[in-house]
T-cell receptor, first 113, second 112 residues
Framework: GDSVTQMEGPVTLSEEAFLTINCTYT??????LFWYVQYPGEGLQLLLK?????DKGSNKGFEATYRKETTSFHLEKGSVQVSDSAVYFC????????????FGQGTRLTINP | GAVVSQHPSWVICKSGTSVKIECRSL??????MFWYRQFPKQSLMLMAT?????????EQGVEKDKFLINHASLTLSTLTVTSAHPEDSSFYIC????????FGPGTRLTVT
C-alpha cells in the first residue's frame, strides 16, 4: 500500500541554519504530496503541496520539490527561525484531492536562538 | 482561515466507560470529516471518514462498533469510544474538508 517515510527526529538546529527534512514515499499512480506543520497546542496546518512531478511547493521560506524519479519530497529552508520550531509531517494523497491522507511519522524540529 | 475545534482537549475516563469527542467546523460547512488516531512518536492513522447524513466509512482494522461516528450536521461530527480500555488511550485528531483538510487541535484520551 501507499506509505510515507520521513527523517526521524528530533532535529535541533541553531537559528539561521539550513534545514532539510527528508521524505520519501511509495505509491501507485500519481499522488499529491504535502507538508503539514503542527505548532505546540495547535492543529496541523498545510505548509505546502505539490500535485505533479517536478512541481515545487513553497511557503514561508520553506520549499519542497516533487521528485518522481527518486520518489522524494524533501523539505528545505535556507535560514530557520526560532518560530519554526514545530512538528513537521510529510503526507501523500493517492489522488489529486486532499482526501485520504497517508502521513509520515513526523519530525520534531527545535530551533535554538 | 477555516477553523476546526475539538472538545474536550483532554479526557480521562475509567475502563469500561464510554467517552464522546466532538469535532466542529467553526466557520464553514463540511460534508466530509475525518478521524485520525496518533500514537506517541508515530504518524496519524486514518480511522474513518465521516459523511454528513450517512454512515461513516471505516478503514480496515478499525472496529466500527467500538468507535461510533455520528455526523449529525454540516458542522459537527462526534466520535464515541465505547467500553474504553487502556489500549484505547491515544491522541485523536479530526479534520474537515474545505478544498483542503483543516485539522482540529486533537483530543488526548487516557483510559485508566
Amino acid at each position: 500500500g501507499d506509505s510515507v517515510t520521513q527523517m526521524e527526529g528530533p532535529v535541533t538546529l541553531s537559528e539561521e541554519a539550513f534545514l532539510t527534512i527528508n521524505c520519501t514515499y511509495t505509491a501507485t499512480g500519481y499522488p499529491s504530496l504535502f507538508w503539514y506543520v503542527q505548532y505546540p497546542g495547535e492543529g496541523l496546518q498545510l505548509l505546502l503541496k505539490a500535485t505533479k512531478a517536478d512541481d515545487k511547493g513553497s511557503n514561508k521560506g520553506f520549499e519542497a520539490t516533487y521528485r518522481k524519479e527518486t520518489t522524494s519530497f524533501h523539505l528545505e529552508k535556507g535560514s530557520v527561525q526560532v518560530s519554526d520550531s514545530a512538528v513537521y509531517f510529510c503526507a501523500l494523497s493517492p489522488n489529486q484531492g486532499a482526501q485520504k491522507l497517508v502521513f509520515g511519522q513526523g519530525t520534531r524540529l527545535t530551533i535554538n536562538p | 482561515g477555516a477553523v476546526v475545534s475539538q472538545h474536550p482537549s483532554w479526557v480521562i475516563c475509567k475502563s469500561g466507560t464510554s467517552v464522546k469527542i466532538e469535532c466542529r467546523s467553526l466557520d464553514f460547512q463540511a460534508t466530509t470529516m475525518f478521524w485520525y488516531r496518533q500514537f506517541p512518536k508515530q504518524s496519524l492513522m486514518l480511522m474513518a471518514t465521516s459523511n454528513e447524513g450517512s454512515k461513516a466509512t471505516y478503514e480496515q482494522g478499525v472496529e466500527k462498533d467500538k468507535f461510533l461516528i455520528n455526523h449529525a450536521s454540516l458542522t459537527l461530527s462526534t466520535l464515541t469510544v465505547t467500553s474504553a480500555h487502556p489500549e484505547d488511550s491515544s491522541f485523536y485528531i479530526c479534520s474537515a474538508i474545505l478544498l483542503e483538510q483543516y485539522f482540529g487541535p486533537g483530543t488526548r484520551l487516557t483510559v485508566t
